[in-house]
């Protein structure tokens, strides 16, 4: 059966012409061109890459690590807000406020967006502010926005929110080596705090973000303030001043001053 095939053959390739079996060579070529192109394609797209969210190729996570170029971050921990708090300003205008811990003691964020919800005594949502703030790691710091009209409803209570899936990245800067001094808090003619930033680092900081908040006896914040600075060089220091339009409904009992900054500078 074999032997009656192979002379079939033998017998039909000898019945065409001399152009005919160049022609079918060519064909033959082709076919084998085409089919090793889709083969390397083929193991091309199967073979392990840094973007196939699959821990392979040796990578000390899924595409991290190893012979991939991105970093692996670890387990990562949410924002923590340790409280919040809204501050009225006028009848219908309010300050909100928080206190945010990012305990994550490597990783930072250029940026997070987040959104302070002021809701009334009956759950319902009155009124809304999104913002956009850098996170250092490891770190407490403050979040403020002011003059909020919430209408002609009052805040019972205020959430602070972060957007889902931040951007970490492991962070390789300098620690912030900025510290609070000569710091003074005035009654009259309006309340105020001064102080004096000073850099210990010879690094340089950037974009720092300071709020003042003021607390009364029960630990309870009672007003905040907020300003920025564009940068404090290494070894250098900047004053820096939060005042208050009016005298606070509750006595001023202490006060904190929170820092964070967009950058600081590789020495």
Same mark, same amino acid.
């Given at each position: ?16 012409s ?36 699959k821990?392979n ?39 909100a ?21 002021? %809701?009334? @005594?009956?759950?319902?949502?009155i *009124?809304?502010?999104?913002?956009? =703030?850098?996170?250092?790691? $490891?770190? /407490?710091? #403050?979040?403020?926005?002011n ?65 003042a908040?003021? %607390?009364? @006896?029960?630990?309870?914040?009672? *007003?905040?303030?907020?300003?920025? =600075?564009?940068?404090?060089? $290494?070894? /250098?220091? #900047? ?29």
């Amino acid at each position: 059966f074999f032997y009656f095939f192979r002379n079939l053959g033998y017998t039909y390739l000898m019945s065409i012409s001399w152009a005919a079996k160049k022609q079918l060579t060519y064909l033959l070529i082709f076919l084998i061109v085409i089919v090793g192109i889709i083969f390397a394609v083929w193991l091309k797209a199967s073979a392990p890459t840094c973007f196939d969210n699959k821990k392979n190729q040796k990578e000390q996570g899924v595409d991290c690590g190893g012979v991939c170029a991105k970093e692996c971050l670890g387990e990562i921990k949410d924002l923590a807000v340790l409280w919040s708090k809204p501050l009225k300003v006028a009848e219908s205008n309010y300050d909100a406020v928080a206190l945010v811990e990012n305990r994550n003691l490597f990783l930072s964020a250029k940026s997070a967006r987040y959104q302070f919800k002021f %809701y009334d @005594d009956r759950n319902i949502l009155i *009124a809304s502010r999104e913002g956009e =703030i850098f996170i250092n790691p $490891g770190q /407490k710091f #403050a979040i403020f926005e002011n003059n909020i009209d919430v209408g002609s409803r009052k805040p019972a209570k205020i959430f602070l929110e972060f957007q889902k899936n931040i951007n970490w990245e492991i962070y390789k800067g300098e620690n912030l080596g900025l510290v609070v001094t000569k710091k003074e808090y005035q009654d009259s003619p309006r309340p105020s705090i001064s102080a004096v930033l000073e850099n210990k680092t010879l690094a340089n900081v950037k974009g720092l973000y300071a709020v003042a908040i003021i %607390y009364a @006896d029960d630990g309870n914040a009672i *007003a905040a303030s907020a300003t920025k =600075i564009g940068e404090i060089k $290494g070894g /250098k220091s #900047a004053d820096v001043f939060f005042t208050w339009p009016e005298s606070f409904g509750q006595e001023y009992s202490r006060d904190e001053i929170y820092l964070s900054a967009q950058s600081v500078s590789s020495l």
